[in-house]
């Protein structure tokens, strides 16, 4: 019988083709240096939409496939320490190793070892990449300061799935939706979550997925007037934090009307400012009004390794789940989520019996190894010093960057917490929609001329000023090999911008 020509696509049963894999992975991965080696963050050339794209008939040469996938690759953004826009993690080499290496493996990680106080009731056949896991939600539960022989957790696709499983065990738990797993929502009275304006739309996709509805979702605000005030007369940073008595007013309303909060969600590390929330009014108030309290931590959690901001990030070892993305402020390659609960109980109301494994206790299904591996290897190789060096070397940038901006006339337009600042460009007769406009002008320019690339926030924490969205130049400092010459560039490149803006 012919023999496939298709059967070149897998390795061989004797591994006699194996050498030929070494060598193609090294050939199509060279590209990498000369692409790597241009200063610019962005490539000359745009990738175009191939809307012809088909099916062919019969498959094509793979070598001529992977010369095409290289061809589109090239036009990527690059990760170099130009790279200043929103959220570029440049992810740990031995991450990508171990992905690669996991991924010609390729396991299933559906099913999760059971474990008492973290002694196997079960142990099965593939149980590699769940000890990995395993040991790096340990890992993960120190770095957050949950307790790891009591706390339980996950590695999931990212924030968002996180939060929903989060979310739903906080739902699953609430006395006032009692039996909600098997009987539903349906004839049981509307509950409320909280959190704050500047919290991720993800709470949101949550509540509608969980069927708690996102108009029950209540977002308190991170701004008063007279900080508005202050802000308009002499630009003065905004806190961005929401209040105790915000919370507890929400709280108090909620209860004389009779609606249960069944979470209260704050943010160590808010997507556009990089803000901490306070967590530690939230712990009091728990006690009293008994919501669960559930932390999004997905950028900012590996900041409690260091001393700075640990200090602001307190008390989060107090809540109920965390939720903390390694494929943020870890390193990691996308995908790589996880959810944390203080209590490893609560991840057992997540159980469902797999007729063909062990039970799981995760929404997804089937579940990739390799982000597994590569957080292990990135817990493992960057440990607690490293982190902190690393994390250390954004924060500080972030904090140069603000100190030149106010020495260049341009305002920061928050305190700057963590790794980012947004910030107006100096405009002293601007009304907000004119500042709003030459802010993202001044963003196209320092784009256009190709030397560093930035983002735009388009709304900062849903806040108006006259009526107009406090929108804002994002600068985020992700890559530890941008220096302070590095940032004395770009302020350079920057009063060019602003000349060609205004
Ligand atoms: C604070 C915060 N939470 C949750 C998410 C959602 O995470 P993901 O995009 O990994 O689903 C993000 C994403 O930017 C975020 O910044």
New binding site residues.
């Given amino acids: 019988m012919r023999k496939s020509k298709y059967l070149r696509l897998f390795l061989n049963p004797d591994g006699s083709n194996f050498d030929s894999l070494i060598v193609n992975l090294r050939d199509s991965i060279s590209y990498l240096k000369e692409w790597w080696e241009v200063p610019s963050p962005i490539p000359k050339d745009v990738d175009e939409f191939r809307e012809d794209s088909q099916l062919p008939e019969a498959g094509e040469p793979p070598e001529q496939v992977l010369t095409d996938l290289i061809a589109r690759l090239k036009k990527c953004r690059r990760l170099n320490d130009r790279n200043l826009s929103f ?1 570029d993690p440049i992810p740990n080499i031995y991450t990508l190793i171990a992905l690669c290496m996991v991924s010609l493996q390729n396991p299933n990680n559906a099913g999760k070892v059971k474990r008492v106080n973290r002694k196997r009731e079960a142990v099965f056949q593939y149980e590699v990449v769940p000890n990995l896991e395993e040991e790096s939600i340990m890992m993960l539960a120190d770095i957050v300061g949950y307790d790891r022989h009591k706390a339980g957790g996950h590695v999931v ?7 929903l499983t989060a979310l739903m065990i906080a739902r699953d738990k609430s006395e006032s939706l009692k039996d909600v797993r098997k009987e539903g929502l349906f004839g049981k009275k509307s509950v409320k979550v909280l959190t704050s304006k500047a ?2 739309f ?1 709470i949101r996709k949550a509540m509608r997925i969980l069927g708690l509805g996102e108009n029950n979702l209540i977002e308190v605000p991170v701004v008063t007037d007279e900080q508005i005030s202050e802000f308009k007369k002499s630009h003065t940073p905004l806190p961005l934090r929401p209040t105790d008595s915000e919370y507890e007013e929400k709280l108090e309303k909620c209860e004389k009307m009779g609606e249960a909060i069944i979470a209260v969600i704050p ?1 160590v ?3 556009a400012t990089r803000t901490i929330e306070p967590v530690e009014p939230l712990v009091k108030l728990r006690n009293k009004y008994g919501f669960q309290l559930i932390v ?1 931590a ?2 900012g959690g590996f900041a409690r390794l260091l001393d700075e901001p640990a200090k602001k990030i307190k008390d989060i070892e107090e809540s109920n789940a965390i ?1 903390i ?1 390694p ?2 402020w870890g390193y990691v390659p996308y ?1 790589c ?1 996880a959810v944390l609960f203080r209590d490893y109980e609560d991840l057992k109301l997540l159980e469902y019996e797999v007729p063909y494994y062990e039970p799981a206790s995760t929404i997804e299904g089937s579940r990739p190894g390799g982000p597994v591996a590569a957080l292990w290897v990135a817990l493992k190789t960057l440990g607690k010093e490293g982190y902190k060096e690393i994390i250390g070397k954004c924060i500080e940038n972030a904090k140069y960057l603000e100190k030149r901006l106010r020495e260049e006339g341009h305002y920061p337009v928050h305190e700057v917490d963590l790794n980012a600042v947004n910030f107006d460009a100096k405009c002293s007769t601007c009304n907000r929609r004119k500042q709003n406009k030459l802010n993202e002008k001044v963003k196209e320019e320092i784009n256009k001329r190709g030397k560093f690339r930035i983002s735009f926030m388009k709304e900062l924490a849903s806040i108006k000023i006259d009526g107009e969205p406090l929108s804002a130049i994002h600068v985020e400092f992700m890559n530890p090999y941008t220096s302070e010459e590095l940032i004395e560039e770009f302020i350079d490149e920057l009063k060019l911008a602003y000349r060609n803006a205004v």
């Fill in positions: 959220m696709s990212g924030g968002t799935v996180a939060i919290s991720h993800a943010t590390g808010t997507t999004d997905a950028f939720i993305d494929h943020k995908p989520g």
